[in-house]
């Protein structure tokens, strides 16, 4: 006989409906032709797995503060860049121009 695999959707609905505590644990089993053992089990993953929902949370909110604070040390170091850059091409524009006036003199 092969054994039954549920969803996870399906288990937890099921588990949903275990912690209204509106029916019985038999009811329910009865109700979703799992055994009460099964659900057991399925509730007791269920509570201890929350705590580590809102960890996730947590760890997503320290994440994005990481990152924004990477994309601003990178935007500043681009501004750097971008100003050394501009200065290192007038310097070399001044250079080139100066050569070009220095030739066209000794003509």
Known sequence: M??????????????QELLKEEKSLAQIASEYEVHPTQLKSWRTIALEGLPSLFEKRDNTVELKEEHERQLAELYTEIGKLTTQLTWLKKKLNGKHHSRSWASRAAR
């Open 2 to 15: 092969m054994r039954k695999q549920y969803t996870a959707a399906f288990k937890a609905k099921v588990v």
